[in-house]
C-alpha cells in the first residue's frame, strides 16, 4: 500500500491470515497508517488491532515470542482465566473419552510447541491431567495392521459402566461401532436461564369451540400470531379468509382464544402437514379442508387413537363454573360482544 502523504510503498514484511484473524509484521512507525489503509478499502469491513506487549503476542491457539536473536519461539496460549479443568477421571464416562483427553493434549502440544518449549508444555500436561484424576496416554503404540472390515451403522448406546460396554465389544465382532452417550448433561438437570414463552413456536394447534367441535391448523411462524389472526379476521369479519370466523359469526358461537392446545411442535413443513391431517382425523372439527391426504393405511392407527380420546376425554360442566366464577362470565361477555 502507498502510506498518504509519501510517494514510497510499504510492504509488510510477513502477512498471514485465518479466517478474519491476521498476524502481521512491519515497521512500528507505519502500523498505524496501515491499520487506516485496511479500514478505508471498505466501509463494512473494519479491523482492530492488538500490539504485542514484552515482546509476545497472541494468534489463534499460539503465543508467540520474539527472541533476543530476532527469531520467533511459539507455544501453546492459555487465557488468563483459563482454570485447566477437564473431564474429571472419576466421572460415569467411557474410558475412550477420558483417555480422549490426555491425547488431544498431548497432541496439541506437540503440534504448536517448537523445541524450546516443548517439554515445559508436555510437564504442564501431566500435572493438569493429574489435577483431574486422568491418566496419560501411553507413549508407543504398538503397530499392527487392523483387519479389513465391512463398514455398517453404528450403534448409539447410553454409557452404563459394566453393561453396554460389554455390549460394545459383542457388536465390535459384528464390525458395529458403538458410540457411547451419557445420559443426561448437567444442563439437563438444570432450569433454563431463559423463560419459555408460551405459544412462540411452529407446529399444529387446537381452538375449542363452545358447540364441542374444534379447529385444527397449522403454522410455519409462531402459533401466537396465527391467533392473532384469527382474531383479527373475527373483529374485520373475514368470511372467507378464516373457518373460524366463518364459523364464530354464522352460528354465534364462541371460540376459547383463551385456551389454545399445542397438539405438536414441528418446524418441517411435510411432517407438520401429516400431523394436521391425523389431528383432523381425531377430532370433531369445523375445518373447511382435511389438510393433506392421508392413505387408507392410517385409518386403523387414527380410529384407535380416536378411541383413546374419547376414553380419557373428561366432561366438564361449563354452567357449574360460570356460576361459581361470576368474572370470568362477565369477560366471556364483553369479549363476544366485542367480536360481533
Not at 162 to 179: E, H, W, Y
Not at 285 to 306: C, M
Request: proline share 5%.
Amino acid at each position: 500500500y502507498s502510506e498518504r502523504g509519501h510517494g514510497d510503498a510499504v510492504k509488510p514484511r510477513l502477512y498471514k491470515r485465518y479466517v478474519d484473524d491476521t498476524f502481521t509484521i512491519l515497521p512500528t512507525e507505519h502500523i498505524p497508517a496501515f491499520l487506516e489503509h485496511l479500514n478505508s478499502i471498505h466501509k463494512n469491513i473494519q479491523f482492530t488491532m492488538e500490539l504485542e506487549t514484552n515482546n509476545r503476542l497472541a494468534f489463534l491457539d499460539i503465543l508467540i515470542m520474539r527472541g533476543r536473536d530476532g527469531m520467533l519461539n511459539h507455544t501453546v496460549y492459555r487465557k488468563a482465566t483459563h482454570t485447566d479443568r477437564y473431564l474429571n477421571g472419576e466421572s460415569h464416562h467411557h474410558p475412550c473419552q477420558l483417555a480422549s483427553v490426555g491425547k488431544s493434549l498431548f497432541q496439541r502440544a506437540r503440534h504448536l510447541c517448537d523445541a524450546a518449549h516443548l517439554s515445559g508444555e508436555l510437564q504442564h500436561v501431566k500435572w493438569v491431567l493429574r489435577n483431574n484424576k486422568l491418566q496419560a496416554p501411553p507413549q508407543h503404540h504398538r503397530s499392527r495392521t487392523k483387519p479389513h472390515t465391512v463398514e455398517r451403522q453404528p450403534a448409539y448406546l447410553p454409557y452404563v459402566k459394566g453393561v453396554t460396554d460389554r455390549i460394545g465389544r459383542i457388536l465390535r465382532r459384528a464390525s458395529i461401532k458403538t458410540i457411547y452417550k451419557p445420559h443426561k448433561k448437567i444442563n439437563q438437570f438444570l432450569r433454563p436461564i431463559k423463560s419459555n414463552i408460551p405459544l412462540q413456536e411452529a407446529g399444529v394447534y387446537k381452538l375449542d369451540c363452545d358447540c364441542g367441535l374444534s379447529y385444527i391448523g397449522q403454522t410455519k411462524r409462531s402459533i401466537a400470531n396465527r391467533l392473532k389472526e384469527h382474531i383479527a379476521d373475527i373483529k374485520h369479519r373475514r368470511h372467507k379468509k378464516s373457518a373460524v370466523c366463518e364459523h364464530t359469526l354464522d352460528n354465534n358461537h364462541f371460540i376459547r382464544f383463551d385456551q389454545p392446545q399445542i397438539l405438536a411442535r414441528e418446524n418441517k413443513f411435510f411432517p407438520r402437514l401429516v400431523r394436521e391431517a391425523i389431528e383432523i382425523k381425531k377430532h370433531p372439527n369445523f375445518n373447511r379442508e382435511d389438510g393433506l391426504k392421508l392413505s387408507n393405511t392410517w385409518d386403523p392407527v387414527i380410529k384407535n387413537l380416536k378411541s383413546h380420546v374419547k376414553r380419557t376425554k373428561r366432561l366438564e360442566d361449563t354452567i357449574s363454573q360460570y356460576c361459581q366464577h361470576p368474572e370470568k362470565y362477565s369477560t366471556y361477555q364483553l369479549r363476544r360482544n366485542r367480536w360481533r
